[in-house]
């Protein structure tokens, strides 16, 4: 199946919470901010290159610990792309409105999207963020919160090459009671 360009943002993400990621040093780099007991609210401004062309938008996260709350929704153009919510207890969803997808499962690491690979955990995608740890990913740029921006080089399901930049414009965590 062919990955719409403007989709490809969500790729950079999922795509690389598919594989384990390293535990930091303790009191190593980004050690506090992934620490499981804040809830996270991040967005990055998002831009994509590949062969269907170029693409930019917005995306933004929750993450909550405990319950494994996910929202994840991916904005272009002033439109909504993909939304993927959902917690531990009750299972996950994700909507695609162009595509016409609406599709739930019982974790994260299971759900079904046509056009990426399967996403790991809401732990996965919290070190990602913090750390920039994950194949294909570069950091080009850290603050004292972690990185601010990072690239992710790699192919479609086409072979064709794409190039997805993140760039932090969020970094709000807070404590849980």
Known sequence: MRIP????????LTGLLAAPAP?????????QSSTPATTL???????????DGQGKGTLNILLEPGTGRTVLELMGLGERLVLLEGDAASGYRVQIPRQK???????LGAMPLPFLP????PDALRRLLAQGIGP???VTRRDGLGPV????????????EVTVWLERTRWEEQRQP
């Open 5 to 12: 360009k403007a989709l490809c943002p969500a790729l950079f």
């Open 23 to 31: 535990q930091p040093p303790p009191g190593g780099a980004g050690a």
């Open 41 to 51: 609210r991040a967005q990055y401004k998002w831009g994509y290159a590949g062969a």
């Open 101 to 107: 997808v609406d599709q739930r499962t019982a974790t």
């Open 118 to 121: 399967q996403v790991g955990s």
């Open 136 to 138: 294909g990913v570069k």
């Open 149 to 160: 921006k990072l690239r992710y080089d790699g192919r479609d399901d086409r072979n064709k």
